[in-house]
């Protein structure tokens, strides 16, 4: 098991209320503010070109999300992240669909290019995208297992000098060099629109207060994913499963996390 000091972090991030600015798609807006809310962080959307610099300067951690783009949010995208980089705020990368079209799959890699990332989060057919124009991607929907993706994810973090974070029924995170697993999780999280865009937005609230990428990210999913387990034994279909996630992500005790966590190193 790895030795993270989970209790105490998340106390932290619940007393201090880190500000987390996203700049996300409009699928998921409103899930993902509600998600930051329920465990303890304040969120903000903000994605208009001329306040996107001003905004992440207020912020203790950026996270950016590729699922509706635009060549306006792109530019905006570019300016919050090396604002960000110039002050030490770190910055989180969703490359949503990366890989479907070149479109996407060239714009994650021009944010990998141009700005210093602490963690990207992407399944694992979006993770092989950065190395090969063509992976098979259906939609936004991953076409490749995490385990398939971990050597080309520990390449990718050495190459970039970031954590690459791979999320599927089991979570892989590394560095290029430590891989930690994270088993937390539930099924039916792959049944309501948004819960992976959540969870890097969970990664963010948790690099907001430690900024160690590889632990923020270990953290952030095994958050996510144990809250998936709470409410999946409380509801069995999507609708209510959604409503008894985010009350799982408020109702999480400190303890509860460091007990139920499951994340192993190797």
């Known amino acids: 098991m790895v030795n993270y000091d989970l209790k105490s972090l998340l106390e932290e991030l619940r007393e201090k209320r880190p500000l987390v600015h996203n700049i996300t798609n409009y699928v998921v807006m409103n899930f993902t503010a509600n998600t930051l809310l329920a465990l303890g962080a304040s969120p903000v959307m903000a994605h208009a070109v001329d306040e996107v610099e001003e905004m992440v300067s207020l ?55 141009e700005l210093k990332l602490s963690v990207v989060r992407g399944n694992a057919s979006e993770i092989l995208s950065i190395g090969s124009d063509y992976v098979g991607t259906r939609g936004v929907e991953t076409a490749h297992g995490a385990e398939e ?48 865009c959540a969870a890097t937005a969970a990664i963010g609230a948790f690099i907001g207060i430690k900024n160690e990428p590889l632990e923020a990210a270990a953290a952030g999913l095994a958050f996510f994913g144990l809250a998936g387990e709470l409410a999946g034994d409380r509801a069995n279909s999507p609708g209510s499963f959604m409503i008894s996630l985010l009350d799982a992500l408020h109702e999480i005790t400190p303890e509860e996390f460091q007990k139920k966590a499951r994340l192993e190193e190797g």
């Open 59 to 113: 912020a203790n951690a950026l996270v950016i999300n590729i699922g509706t783009l635009s060549r306006e949010w792109i530019e905006s995208m570019l300016k919050a992240g090396k604002r960000a980089n110039e002050i030490g705020v770190p910055v989180v990368l969703d490359p949503v669909g990366s890989g479907a079209t070149s479109f996407r799959t060239h714009t994650f890699r021009r944010l990998v290019n």
């Open 149 to 196: 993706a971990l050597e080309a994810a520990k390449s990718v973090a050495k190459e970039i000098d970031s954590v690459a974070a791979i999320t599927g029924p089991v979570d892989l995170v590394t560095d290029g060099e430590r891989v930690v697993r994270c088993y937390n999780g539930h099924p039916l999280l792959g049944s309501v629109t948004g819960t992976g």
